[in-house]
């Protein structure tokens, strides 16, 4: 999923201080998973700011709505009827979804309430972690299952390189080498010969460094 | 046992510590409470197995909002008892209450909107 940070209440106050009636959307997929922007942390969000602005004498009125997702126009278009009674949008989606609800209701201020990070898994309740940097020309055949580009901090695609130690990244101690993953890995599954084969020098315009992306399925168009 | 403890505690029942949720907690401040407090089992003798370690945990993190919030992660606490400890109960009622009364009424008071 999405990974996501709630960002400060800090933060959020300074943004939120010109407004009165605030719009707070969450979302019930991603950002939900990883405990960042779901129906729970939009409650929690529109109770810290509620009491910080009732701590200092000001009131402050908070719609909460939780949307199944904010990167679908249906599901946006369900705020259209109140959408106007308040002066200001915060969203804690990923920034995917905040930018489409700023698309759609372009009169009005969309806030970001998180910081998007990174694609990750959920590794027990609690831990989520970084596992792909959708770099549009996936090679997880040629390494056992694992990532050489999200997962080594260097992004190498024929690692390791010197710093690694006792399975461990010279970059943080509790960061696992990616590419000691990868022929560990390569290991159980009897395929070590394909270490051997050198990764090509990979082709980055398929990644966001070609410019942003865009997919089509023409036999889905109307 | 009718033992005495002040009457500014209002208690809400839960089956389980472990029910409580950091939004009741934070609703329960936007009311107007001046604090809060669980009182749980004893731990490792959670009738739930882990309940009162889940409410633990939420109160450790609820206390981090509060502070951030302006209100103080102070008013909030969490005890641990069997309930077989009447005496027990009546004395953090008291202890509660005191530490409370220290620190004043709460600043959100008559200010919020309530929910």
């Known amino acids: 999923m999405i990974v996501a940070n709630r960002k400060s209440l800090e933060e959020i106050l300074n943004m939120l201080k010109p407004y009165k009636k605030v719009l707070l959307l969450?979302?019930?997929?991603?950002?939900?998973?990883?405990?960042?922007?779901?129906?729970?942390?939009?409650?929690?969000?529109?109770?810290?700011?509620?009491?910080?602005?009732a701590k200092e004498g000001q009131e402050i009125e908070i719609k909460e709505q939780t949307l199944e997702r904010q990167c679908d126009h249906e599901y946006i278009d369900q705020v259209r009827p109140f959408v106007e009674d308040y002066?200001?949008?915060?969203?804690?989606?990923?920034?995917?979804?905040?930018?489409?609800?700023?698309?759609?209701y372009r009169t009005k201020v969309v806030l970001p309430g998180v910081n998007t990070t990174f694609l990750g898994v959920t590794l027990?309740?609690?831990?989520?972690?970084?596992?792909?940097?959708?770099?549009?020309?996936?090679?997880?055949?040629?390494?056992?299952?694992?990532?050489?580009?999200?997962?080594?901090?260097?992004?190498?695609?024929?690692g390791p390189c010197g710093g690694s130690s006792n399975g461990k990244c010279e970059v943080d101690k509790d960061l696992d080498c990616g590419w000691q993953l990868i022929i560990d890995r390569l290991k159980e599954l009897n395929q070590l010969d394909r270490y051997e084969e050198i990764i090509p020098v990979k082709d980055w315009t398929t990644s966001r460094?070609?410019?942003?992306?865009?997919?089509?399925r023409e036999d889905l168009r109307l | 046992m009718r033992l005495n403890y002040p009457t500014n505690v209002k208690i809400v029942k839960v089956p389980c510590t472990g029910r409580v949720d950091i939004l009741l907690i934070l609703h329960a401040f936007e009311s107007g409470v001046d604090g809060v407090y669980l009182a749980g089992c004893l731990e490792g003798e959670c009738h739930f197995l882990r309940g009162n370690l889940r409410a633990k945990k939420r109160v450790q993190y609820a206390k981090k909002l509060l502070d951030e919030v302006g209100l103080g992660?102070?008013?909030?606490?969490?005890?641990?008892?069997?309930?077989?400890?009447?005496?027990?109960?009546?004395?953090?009622?008291?202890?509660?209450?005191?530490?409370?009364?220290?620190?004043?009424?709460?600043?959100v008071k008559n200010r919020g909107q309530g929910v």
């Not at chain 2, 109960?89 to 600043?107: Q, W, Y």
């Open chain 2, 73 to 107: 992660g102070a008013r909030l606490d969490m005890y641990n008892m069997s309930s077989a400890q009447g005496q027990r109960f009546a004395e953090v009622a008291r202890e509660m209450t005191e530490k409370i009364r220290a620190l004043g009424p709460s600043p």
């Open chain 1, 87 to 104: 002066e200001v949008i915060l969203s804690i989606a990923c920034g995917a979804g905040i930018q489409y609800v700023a698309e759609k």
């Open chain 1, 209 to 216: 460094d070609g410019g942003p992306r865009k997919r089509m």
């Open chain 1, 26 to 53: 969450g979302c019930n997929e991603c950002v939900t998973v990883c405990a960042a922007g779901g129906e729970r942390e939009v409650g929690v969000l529109a109770s810290e700011i509620r009491l910080s602005r």
């Open chain 1, 124 to 158: 027990e309740q609690g831990v989520w972690s970084e596992r792909c940097q959708g770099c549009g020309e996936c090679v997880l055949h040629m390494t056992g299952g694992v990532c050489p580009v999200a997962r080594c901090a260097k992004s190498l695609l024929n």
